[in-house]
């Protein structure tokens, strides 16, 4: 049973940092590809990161946030710099199998509210 | 890419067929993925690559390609149906959704 548990979020002023976690748990974490998709209150979904099962290749929509993984701990993270409001979301991680079904988010944890506010 | 998607809401009655568009600002081949949205709660993958059922997905549920423009299908609206509709390309990244649809009843 895939099970992904975010973790991390809160209040945070802008222009802070934040780190999120994802631990991944009921499937072989090495095999997937990880993404981070957030969704703004109201709002629709918006892809933010992704990281390669090994690590090897990362992709972003913005140049303030990292994303990073240990294998060991099957967690995958995303580093938050320089955060405004426009970031207050909830943030969900998701998993996809690597190779040519990357794209396919077939796995999602149940996300973590990031509220960045003064 | 861009993704739009039409409309952004609709009304219907169980029983209804439901079609939702989505298209995309330039090809993306069959790398489109349509998830399902409940209040709450985390989207749920209900096809991927344009047209190929997840499992345990109802046969309801379906999705075909025309070039850039892909449609999703609900044959008769079930009362677990009404949620809001995402798709995405997988084609290019970064991978964009589109805005959704709300499907009310």
Same mark, same amino acid.
């Given at each position: 049973?895939?099970? &992904?548990?975010?973790?991390?979020?809160?209040?945070?002023?802008?222009? @802070?940092? &934040?780190?999120?976690?994802?631990?991944?748990? /009921? *499937?072989?974490?090495?095999?997937?590809?990880?993404?981070?998709? !957030?969704?703004? =209150?109201?709002?629709?979904?918006?892809?933010?990161? #992704?990281?390669?099962?090994?690590?090897?290749? @990362?992709?972003? %929509?913005?140049? !303030?946030?990292? +994303?990073?993984?240990?294998?060991?701990?099957?967690?995958?993270?995303?580093?938050?710099?320089? %955060?405004?409001? $426009?970031?207050? #979301?909830?943030?969900?991680? #998701? /998993?996809s199998l690597h190779g040519s079904t990357w794209y396919i988010l077939d796995s999602w944890g149940q996300g973590t509210l990031v509220a960045v506010s003064s | 890419i861009q993704v739009t998607q039409s409309p952004s809401s609709l009304s219907a009655s169980i029983g209804d067929r439901v079609t939702i568009s989505c298209r995309t600002s330039q090809s993306v081949g069959d790398y489109l993925n349509w998830y399902q949205q409940k209040p709450g709660?985390? =989207? @749920?993958?209900?096809?991927?690559?344009?047209?190929?059922? !997840?499992?345990?997905?109802? =046969?309801? *549920?379906?999705?075909?390609?025309?070039?850039? $423009?892909?449609? &999703?299908?609900?044959?008769?609206?079930?009362?677990? $149906? *009404?949620?809001?509709?995402?798709?995405?390309?997988?084609?290019? #990244?970064?991978?964009?959704?589109? =805005? /959704?649809? !709300?499907? $009310? +009843?």
């Amino acid at each position: 049973q895939v099970h &992904l548990v975010e973790s991390g979020g809160g209040v945070v002023q802008p222009g @802070k940092s &934040l780190r999120l976690s994802c631990e991944a748990s /009921g *499937f072989n974490f090495n095999a997937y590809d990880m993404h981070w998709v !957030r969704q703004a =209150p109201g709002r629709g979904l918006e892809w933010v990161a #992704a990281i390669w099962h090994d690590g090897s290749n @990362k992709y972003y %929509l913005d140049g !303030r946030f990292t +994303i990073s993984r240990d294998n060991s701990k099957k967690t995958v993270y995303l580093q938050m710099n320089s %955060l405004s409001v $426009d970031d207050t #979301a909830v943030y969900y991680c #998701a /998993g996809s199998l690597h190779g040519s079904t990357w794209y396919i988010l077939d796995s999602w944890g149940q996300g973590t509210l990031v509220a960045v506010s003064s | 890419i861009q993704v739009t998607q039409s409309p952004s809401s609709l009304s219907a009655s169980i029983g209804d067929r439901v079609t939702i568009s989505c298209r995309t600002s330039q090809s993306v081949g069959d790398y489109l993925n349509w998830y399902q949205q409940k209040p709450g709660v985390a =989207p @749920k993958l209900l096809i991927s690559s344009a047209s190929s059922l !997840r499992n345990g997905v109802p =046969p309801r *549920f379906s999705g075909s390609r025309s070039g850039t $423009d892909f449609t &999703l299908t609900i044959s008769s609206l079930h009362p677990e $149906d *009404f949620a809001t509709y995402f798709c995405q390309q997988g084609h290019l #990244a970064p991978f964009t959704f589109g =805005p /959704g649809t !709300r499907v $009310d +009843i």
